[in-house]
């Protein structure tokens, strides 16, 4: 059984940044490949990044070059680094371990 534990969420202005968390529980953190994903209303939920157990990473078009997912094995936690943020990144966001997910926390990009 492994719980995902998102956090970091809010509201923030166009052009600002936030970090979003995972905590993770269980013995298999460190040898599991790690995702991001992102549902906005009346969307269906899309890969935003992903984070393999030896470090590689891929992002969406839609986000590369402005957010950064990154992983802390001694803390089984991963991080979402959104910076330049856009209204149109407004979601909820999500973890994802294997077939476990976390309950989501809400981003939202206004002015």
């Known amino acids: 059984q492994v719980q995902l534990v998102e956090s970091g969420g809010g509201l923030v202005q166009p052009g600002g940044s936030l970090r979003l968390s995972c905590a993770a529980s269980?013995?298999?953190?460190?040898?599991?490949?790690l995702a991001w994903y992102r549902q906005a209303p009346g969307k269906q939920r899309e890969l935003v990044a992903g984070i393999r157990s030896g470090g590689s990473t891929n992002y969406a078009d839609s986000v590369k070059g402005r957010f950064t997912i990154s992983r802390d094995n001694t803390k089984n936690t991963v991080y979402l680094q959104m910076n330049s943020l856009k209204p149109e990144d407004t979601a909820v966001y999500y973890c994802?371990?294997?077939?476990?997910w976390g309950q989501g926390t809400q981003v939202t990009v206004s002015s």
């Open positions: 994802k371990l294997l077939g476990w």
């Open positions: 269980g013995s298999i953190f460190r040898i599991s490949d």
